[in-house]
């Protein structure tokens, strides 16, 4: 027994330290090599972004009572959501998060909330997580992981690149009270979930890979933390551009244990609660 323990024991060693490996390149400026446009051009997106309405997101407001503070958001947006892509940019994910949230808390005054993000990014969203937290007075916590480094300085392709290379705690200073309530891990998803020591997962973001097979892995991890009540929260769940979150969403759906409710602003949404 001992002997098959020491087996598992080193094969786990083995594994971390390939995936640490593989999630070392991730240091080397993966968005960007050098700043990606001008400052008046990331102003322009800013405004155009900002200016953009979306109905469902409204509604949702209205029906929880709670919204974001928006010069709030879209003075965060443009330093960790606009950006130079190909598709539209949009951060109303923002306001969704900190809406649910907001409405889990006052419904369900919970004396510690316990958050699991999967896809930090710039820090967006966990920001707007942790502002629900602070805004409703409650004890809480962030757990963030993406393989993107935080205390590596690299180009984001954000407007802050024209001041040189940051580290992601140097990118979200601005916002150091909120970064307070957040802790910040770099590596792959189901890897580093697995050494978090979590016993509750109140609430979870979901937005790391987009395969189904990753999405549904990471529900699993999820689900066995949470109790009636609590939720998990779909991005991008928009058949065109991400068929393998529909499907897992699709799937989850089909289940007794969960009500999952859908959104379209801009893009798809989802999220789940526990029944």
Aim: charged fraction near 30%.
């Amino acid at each position: 027994m001992k002997l098959k323990a020491y087996a598992q024991y080193a094969t786990r060693l083995v594994r971390s330290g390939i995936s640490d490996r593989l999630d070392s390149r991730w240091n080397k400026d993966p968005l960007a090599a050098r700043p990606t446009a001008t400052a008046e051009e990331f102003l322009s997106l800013a405004g155009e972004a900002a200016g953009r309405t979306y109905a469902e997101a409204d509604k949702l407001e209205s029906e929880t009572s709670f919204a974001i503070d928006k010069n709030w958001l879209d003075e965060l947006a443009l330093h960790t959501q606009i950006v130079k892509k190909q598709s539209q940019l949009s951060y109303v994910h923002g306001r969704l998060l900190y809406s649910l949230l907001r409405r889990y808390i006052s419904d369900n005054r919970p004396s510690f909330v316990s958050i699991l993000e999967t896809g930090t990014a710039r820090g967006f969203s966990a920001i707007c997580m942790a502002k629900a937290l602070d805004d409703a007075g409650v004890n809480g916590h962030v757990i963030t992981i993406d393989r993107l480094p935080h205390l590596n300085p690299i180009f984001w392709n954000c407007i802050d690149d024209l001041d040189g290379k940051k580290t992601r705690r140097e990118l979200l200073e601005p916002w150091r009270s909120l970064c307070d309530r957040i802790t910040f891990l770099q590596g792959d998803t189901l890897n580093q979930i697995r050494k978090v020591g979590l016993n509750r997962v109140n609430f979870a973001y979901l937005d790391a890979q987009h395969s189904r097979e990753d999405v549904l892995n990471e529900f699993a991890f999820v689900k066995r933390l949470q109790f009636k009540g609590d939720i998990v929260f779909f991005d991008d769940v928009t058949r065109e551009q991400f068929p393998g979150v529909c499907d897992a969403v699709d799937e989850l759906e089909q289940r007794e244990d969960y009500f999952v409710h859908r959104i379209r602003a801009g893009r798809g949404f989802a999220w789940a609660i526990r029944k």
